[in-house]
């Protein structure tokens, strides 16, 4: 007889214990044990939340090099069926050789479940029968449980799913992440029924009032925002370094429905916009995605949504300054373009009307579509093609974590017919001409950011620091994919043939962006490099891209007059008809104005068990290399936080966003 030492570690997730029976079977290349119960001294104990428990399994002979384990759960008589979260099993040869098996994962049932030694291999590489054999069982249960459905015609697909408890286990929100995400939603508004906020349906009479929503809860940022929203060097400040970095870009030709003249943006003709153009000190932001479009009805009231042309100025002492502001896309006499020079509150109306048309492209394009919904889709694909023993699984399983549910709950919540976002944003009811809108009209390039960056011709934008940050990271992410991934691809024609990488990859394609191949999306992965670009997209989007879009949205829209989720008068149509009272009565009611509040609030803050880039308390690789490369990873973002820090401290308002401490690995809020 030869025994096989095992070492059974579960996970410290609070409800992650058993105490039903656990059988395992060992499966070698020369043969496999019997089904054996693992029982010990410890008794019930064994498998409570972070217990590490030592068994033995006892077989005739040797059983050869370890291929995969059999794993069942049987409840006790009279005893009910828990769910158990084991995080790996380790086992010792009688050889001395030891082999880990990770798991990471719900057991919920009685029935068998197989796991793969942990060694990261391709299709290519995993030449036993037995490992091919049961990969192909795994994505098999796995197409059946991550299926695809069309929310609308148009968005990227989603997975279907009836409500977050038909999710797979391994895909929910952990207990501390329900609890403190159910918490921090009613507390919210719950502070503001006890205000009775929520149900008042009249205008603002004194912007003063507004401090009273959410008082306890400004940040430094928000209260900075409210101090300076109406200056223009902040106004433009924040197509830089705001939640909507996207939108500008390098105007080297005016469009030609925004007729703008030297004469308007330049007094007494100390320059000209020709000459500013050519010196690249000319950006132009566009919500035309926005025309046309049907604004809500909101508390019985027509709600309006303008798609503006803005045009900005790069300052000698380096401030982005809005110079020409024209608030519909067609020049007409009553659409006429407003300036610097008009009155307060024209020049004030006009930003304003600009700024909620941004809330409106950032909410659907920017942070919706352009994060979470892709992240979804990457998610599902990645889930449905690609098995556990893969080093792309491994690579990117944490970038998964939560992301089906979140997105399951802003279906739910924000973007249903009773969704708080529908009710009450002036794109509400027309949502879908946006997103549609989008999609159709985006590019491969514009989600890498150095490609993005270059396109929209932003390489020498003074104190842009998302640029600067998403640059470093970037950097970083592609140098620790290509390490992973170039450790089992080393030609070209190893990509190629990698059945389940293409099959990837073409879901990705056809249920992400439609089949459009306009999008500039690959269809499939040809070379090494072509691959390793893709990938750190992928990670990117889902860790720094979202909390560029998404972590400061509290900063910026606690205080609404900065970010109006709509507006309901129309904007002005001749100039020197505004004042104070108009301003007051064209900006969002009451209640309009606390659910979007509340909503910003919920989205931006973080859970207790938020996972920063770069760490994996949850690790799917065993072997040295990997490991060799994720702590080299950790090494290089732990650099780059503390220059952001060190940068952060002689600005007047810091940029934390990219900050690898504060970036989350997955799309999770």
């Known amino acids: 007889m030869v025994e ?29 044990s019997k089904q054996t119960w693992l029982k010990s001294l410890k008794g019930a104990l064994c498998f409570i939340r972070g217990s590490v428990s030592c068994f033995t399994v006892s077989c005739p002979t040797s059983i050869g090099k370890l291929v995969l384990i059999e794993i069942d759960k049987h409840s006790l008589p009279l005893f009910p069926e828990d769910s158990w979260f084991p995080a790996k099993v380790e086992v010792k040869s009688p050889e001395g050789d030891t082999y880990n098996f990770p798991i990471y994962r719900w057991i919920t049932d009685s029935d068998v479940h197989r796991f793969r030694e942990g060694t990261a291999l391709t299709i290519l590489e995993d030449n036993h029968h037995l490992g091919r054999y049961s990969r192909q069982q795994e ?28 999710l797979p286990c391994e895909v929910r929100f952990s207990f501390t992440k329900t609890t403190e995400f159910l918490y921090t939603a009613s507390t919210g508004l719950t502070e503001l029924g006890l205000k009775g906020l929520d149900r008042y349906k009249e205008s603002w009479t004194d912007i003063d009032d507004i401090n009273r929503v959410f008082c306890c809860k400004q940040t430094d940022i928000s209260d900075y925002v409210q101090e300076h929203w109406k200056e223009d060097a902040f106004f433009g400040y924040q197509y830089l370094n705001g939640v909507n970095p996207m939108l500008i870009r390098r105007c080297t030709a005016l469009p030609p429905n925004f007729p703008v003249t030297d004469d308007m943006v330049f007094i007494r003709g100390q320059c000209s916009l020709a000459d500013e153009m050519e010196k690249g000190n000319i950006f132009l932001c566009d919500y035309k995605r926005l025309d046309g479009l049907k604004p809500n009805i909101i508390n019985g009231k027509k709600q309006y949504l303008m798609a503006p042309l803005i045009l900005l100025h790069k300052t000698p002492v380096d401030k982005l300054m809005p110079i020409a502001i024209q608030l519909k896309q067609i020049p007409a006499d009553d659409n006429p373009i407003f300036l610097p020079t008009d009155s307060e509150y024209d020049w004030l109306m006009a930003k304003i009307f600009v700024r909620s048309a941004d809330f409106n ?30 080093p792309l699984y491994k690579l990117l399983v944490p970038h998964t974590r939560y992301t089906l549910q979140i997105n399951h709950l802003a279906r739910l919540l924000l973007i249903s017919e009773a969704g708080v976002f529908t009710k009450f944003a002036a794109s509400g009811g027309d949502m879908m001409t946006i997103l549609t809108r989008s999609l159709s009209s985006m590019t491969y390039s514009s989600l890498c950011i150095p490609d993005d960056i270059a396109e929209r011709g932003l390489e020498a934008m003074p104190n842009f620091y998302y640029r600067d940050d998403g640059l470093k990271l970037w950097d970083i992410i592609h140098r620790f994919v290509k390490a992973i991934l170039s450790t089992h691809y080393k030609t070209d024609d190893e990509v190629q043939q990698d059945s389940e990488l293409q099959k990837w990859i073409g879901d990705i394609f056809e249920h992400g962006f439609l089949s459009q191949a306009c999008t500039g999306i ?3 992965l040809t070379t090494v490099t072509e691959l390793v670009k893709f990938v750190t997209m992928v990670i990117f989007l889902g860790s720094a891209q979202h909390s560029a879009v998404n972590t400061g949205q509290y900063d910026y829209g606690g205080w609404m007059p900065n970010t109006p989720i709509s507006l309901q008068l129309p904007p002005p149509t001749t100039k ?5 009272a108009t301003m007051l009565k064209t900006f969002p009611d009451v209640n309009t104005t606390v659910q979007g509040m509340a909503t910003m609030w919920l989205l931006s803050k973080q859970s207790s068990d938020f996972v920063p880039l770069g760490q994996y308390p949850v690790n799917h690789f065993t072997e040295e290399i990997p490991h060799k490369i994720i702590t080299d ?18 600005l007047e308002v810091p940029y934390t966003y990219m900050d690898p401490v504060v970036v989350e690995n997955s799309v999770a809020i």
């Open 633 to 650: 990873f950790q090494g290089e973002l732990e650099v780059l936080s503390a220059i952001i820090k060190a940068r952060n401290k002689s």
């Open 576 to 580: 020197g008809t505004t004042s104070n």
């Open 522 to 524: 690959p269809q499939s």
């Open 361 to 390: 492209e950032h909410q659907l394009n920017v942070h919706l579509l352009r994060t979470h919904l892709l992240a979804e889709v990457f998610a599902v694909s990645l889930l449905r093609n690609i098995p556990m023993v893969h």
């Open 4 to 32: 096989y030492k095992v070492t059974v570690f579960t996970s410290n997730l609070a409800t992650g214990s058993t105490f039903n029976n656990i059988f395992i079977k060992l499966v070698g290349t020369d043969g496999e």
């Open 139 to 166: 994505l098999k249960q796995r197409e059946e449980d991550y299926r695809w459905a069309v929310y609308r015609e148009g968005m990227p697909h989603c997975m279907k799913t009836e409500n977050p408890l038909s």
